[in-house]
């Protein structure tokens, strides 16, 4: 056997080393992820199947038939289905830039006041965070409601006596009121501890030349945050699209209507009507725009992972 | 300096804005209804909160307890089995070369934005089929799985040095102890932090529990307190506003007491 012959069997011997290893390392893998696999695959992988076959057919009572694409082609036409975007739409166009606005304010402004009181008014703002909204909700709309209103007094005073608050008209305002409140001070945490991070150099020319606190903010802090804004926007904008727990509570004080939003429109298309199959198919629709909402955030998170997997 | 004085000023008013809502939910434990309705800023005169305490604990033969003891079991045993099963999914991708490696995180990614709205129905046929309806099952099954927190998980793996396992492997520990006894101790902060989350998450859970549960004796809390009427079913304001008080105390409590293990969590990690 001459030397180079000696090499490529050598080789062929550590290939197939090398390649049982692999084998042994994806049993060992999977034995730890078997666990996870088992329930991914029945309480999330197998629902999301389920809502594909059950979008695809139609149903009364108990009985179901296979009718294609069809109830994807009436929620087209079904006014109330786009109808019920109108709240996550004033939601996404209205309160989630005023939130971020105001929240990189307020982030600015912890970062001004570090050592007096800063830690304090970050825990203060927080603490909506931590309440359900099934809370907030009923907190809010007792707050608002006519009857129990502190803010009743001041209206009939101003002489409106005759104004309700609680009403469909003031609804959106009320919501962005309530959630506003429930998340502007957790935004601004966000902010705030990416703020933190940008290196002091940054600044310290400008402060040189005589920059004021909020110019270098504005200026030079603020484009250096665009990795935490678009991250915001995009996740204020799935809870718009998915709000549900608040209108919900209200609901129990104003007459809303069945498809108030999206969420509200396939539960009572399920529960209260009895259209699963309709309202599964609505599920997926809502599903695929939370998809394509997130696939920025979702592509640069499999970026960062997969890169940091070669390293 | 008067510029961060009126900055301070401004941050008191948005403070009041912030508080007012937990002030005017603690004087409305104080009150009763009618005192509820005459709209004032200061406490009940005379006080009425262990009246409405005691209404609360007395209601329905006491079935709040039930409602809280249901909210402990889902949310504890719920959110340690998820991060457990995330920590063990982690370990797999840190430590192991295997085949599907990037199918699956690419597929866990994928499916960690998926709506509940998406799923919650085809679970209930599922559950429906498996006569698991108005079962603590049906709450608990899918409170095991936390998809976004296998992400996370994988994260915190992923920071954990070589040499820590190189070292162990060549004393000869066996995988089980690399993962309990090498890894673990290593990961823990990220561990109680998704635990906090995960706890908090289905504490606060409100549509699952509404979509397969009608029994009230097994409702968790954030459900059970919506139910609260009287005989004739009407809104008891008072005893929803008392019981909501009470709902919410373990929350703060876990708030106040571990609050560096709730950071706030992007898909941004640096």
């Known amino acids: ?311 | 300096m008067r510029k961060r004085t009126s900055v301070i000023i401004v941050m008191i008013i948005l403070a009041l804005f912030f508080i007012f809502p937990f002030y005017w939910l603690v004087i409305g434990t104080t009150k009763n209804v009618s005192q509820l309705f005459q709209k004032s800023l200061l406490p009940g005169v005379p006080n009425h909160f262990l009246e409405n305490v005691t209404g609360v604990f007395t209601y329905e033969n006491g079935v709040f307890f039930n409602w809280l003891a249901n909210s402990f079991l889902y949310a504890i045993l719920g959110a340690f089995v998820a991060i457990f099963i995330a920590c063990m999914a982690g370990f797999a991708f840190r430590r192991f070369d295997f085949y599907g490696k990037k199918i699956l995180f690419i597929l866990i990614l994928g499916f960690s934005m998926v709506p509940v709205y998406a799923t919650t129905l085809p679970l209930f046929m599922l559950f429906r089929d498996l006569n698991l309806i108005n079962t603590r099952l049906a709450v608990l099954l899918p409170s095991f799985v936390n998809v976004f927190s296998v992400y996370m998980m994988v994260a915190y793996w992923n920071q954990v040095p070589d040499e820590i396992f190189n070292a162990a492997q060549i004393d000869g520990a066996t995988d089980l102890r690399l993962f309990f006894q090498v890894g673990l101790p290593n990961v823990i902060p990220g561990f109680i932090t998704q635990f906090l989350l995960s706890f908090v998450g289905i504490w606060n859970n409100f549509f699952l529990p509404l979509v397969v549960l009608n029994s009230r004796v097994k409702m968790p809390v954030i459900l059970g307190i919506t139910t609260i009427t009287d005989p004739q079913g009407f809104p008891v304001y008072n005893l929803t506003l008392t019981s909501s008080f009470f709902a919410i105390l373990p929350l703060l409590f876990l708030f106040v007491v571990l609050q560096k293990y709730f950071k706030p969590q992007l898909y941004t990690l640096h």
């Open chain 1, 1 to 311: 056997m001459t030397d180079e012959m000696k090499n490529i069997k050598m080789q062929e011997i550590m290939g197939k080393k090398k390649v049982s290893k692999r084998t042994v390392a994806t049993i060992k893998a999977y034995l730890f992820l078997a666990p996870f696999l088992l329930l991914f695959s029945t309480m999330v992988i197998y629902p999301i199947a389920l809502g594909v076959k059950l979008s695809l057919y139609g149903q009364r009572g108990a009985r179901m038939w296979y009718i294609g694409f069809q109830n994807f082609a009436t929620i087209f036409q079904d006014s109330r289905f786009w109808e019920s975007f109108r709240i996550p739409l004033f939601l996404l166009l209205v309160q989630v830039p005023l939130m971020i606005f105001i929240a990189t304010l307020i982030a600015f402004s912890y970062e001004r006041l570090q050592k007096k009181g800063g830690a304090f008014f970050r825990f203060v703002y927080y603490l909506p965070y931590t309440i359900p909204g099934i809370v907030t909700g009923i907190i809010w709309s007792y707050i608002f409601s006519d009857g129990m209103s502190p803010f009743r007094t001041v209206i009939d005073l101003l002489g409106y006596s005759g104004t309700k608050i609680l009403t469909r008209q003031h609804l959106p305002s009320i919501l962005l009121v309530i959630i506003l409140w429930a998340f502007t001070g957790y935004t601004a945490f966000i902010i705030y501890s990416s703020l933190i991070s940008i290196p002091k150099e940054f600044s310290e020319q400008a402060q040189l030349d005589g920059a004021t606190f909020w110019q270098i903010a504005f200026k030079i802090k603020v484009p250096l945050l665009k990795g935490v804004f678009i991250p915001l926007f995009i996740f204020n904008a799935i809870g718009a699209i998915q709000v549900f727990n608040e209108p919900w509570m209200l609901s129990k004080l104003v007459i809303l209507p069945s498809n108030y939003t999206p969420a509200m429109y396939i539960y009572n298309s399920a529960f209260a009507q009895g259209r699963f199959t309709y309202a599964a198919a609505m599920g997926l629709i809502l599903a695929f725009l939370t998809f394509l909402i997130s696939l920025y955030v979702l592509r640069s998170a499999a970026k960062q992972m997969l890169a940091g997997d070669s390293q």
